[in-house]
């Protein structure tokens, strides 16, 4: 087991190496090319956050990009700051994942992409009492069941193409349970769990499948948390935010860029080796070895 830890703590600094260079080609600073110019990716639930920095990321790196999501006046507006800052090329899809009708306008929208980010919002925090037979439903179909059936429709095209990449955006939660966050956290495992089985299956046509793991960053989320902890203990914005980034040990916020870039590099021509992982991005946070 020790040798195992050793070996997986030498693939995390080779990787956060990789994850380095591509955040300085995003900065422009001369870094590596992923190889995935031209590729066409899905990125779902992308106006804002976590999923608006991966699509940010894709179109950086030359990916023609589908960004997805309910409003439109959102949509709009997050394409238009992707073409500014990437000069790339943006498609619009209004569509909720959640449903039938959505998850088949967005395929049919785009049909063969090379790339799918999987992304949705999550319940928000409870207590087991709060949380009825539609509450697990509606968990279910938006943090699993969205996720399985885009994979469905996209998995065989990639392997008959011999190229895929599918990344999974869950939580830290999935590895560290937290009995607020169970809701979500239920329904990510079993994402986690179906990406895994299929991942072994679908490498060796060149397809890969991989979760990153994300623990508070400054995104939406962590605006929502603040304010809960501020009604909650009367505090400021300012203290409540520190009270967040405190809980870390790298003492702050993950920048979303940082996220971004990490899902260009399990995109990239050279991350077909790496399948079935779960990537954190915690700032350290998570206490086991593997």
Request: hydrophobic share 50%; proline share 3%; charged share 15%.
């Amino acid at each position: 087991m020790l040798l195992q830890g050793v070996r997986a703590s030498l693939a995390c600094a080779a990787f956060a190496g990789i994850i380095a260079a591509t955040s300085m080609a995003q900065g422009g600073a001369q870094g590596m090319d992923l190889g995935i110019n031209g590729r066409k990716a899905i990125v779902c639930a992308s106006t804002q956050g976590l999923g608006f920095a991966c699509a940010l990321s894709l179109a950086n790196e030359g990916c023609v990009v589908w960004i997805n999501g309910r409003n439109a006046a959102r949509l709009a507006s997050a394409a238009e700051q992707i073409r500014r800052e990437t000069h790339g090329v943006v498609q619009t899809v209004q569509a909720d994942i959640n449903t039938e009708a959505g998850r088949a306008a967005l395929l049919s929208a785009c049909p063969a992409p090379d790339i799918l980010v999987n992304n949705n919002a999550g319940p928000p925090p409870g207590q087991l009492a709060d949380w009825d037979h539609a509450a697990w439903i509606a968990a279910l179909e938006a943090n699993l069941l969205a996720g399985v059936l885009l994979i469905r429709g996209v998995l065989p095209g990639m392997r008959a193409r011999r190229f895929g990449r599918i990344v999974n955006i869950t939580s830290a939660a999935v590895k560290t349970p937290r009995a607020s966050l169970g809701l979500s956290t239920a329904a990510r495992a079993g994402l986690t769990a179906v990406s895994k089985a299929l991942a072994r299956e679908a490498v060796v046509d060149n397809v890969t499948i991989n979760q990153l793991l994300p623990e508070r960053f400054d995104t939406a989320r962590q605006e929502f948390m603040a304010r809960r902890l501020m009604a909650e203990h009367g505090i400021s914005r300012e203290q409540a935010r520190q009270q967040l980034a405190d809980a870390l040990p790298a003492r702050r916020l993950g920048r979303p860029d940082e996220f971004g870039a990490a899902c260009a590099y399990l995109c990239a021509a050279q991350a077909g080796f790496i399948t079935g992982q779960n990537l954190q991005l915690d700032g350290g946070a998570y206490t086991g070895l593997v």
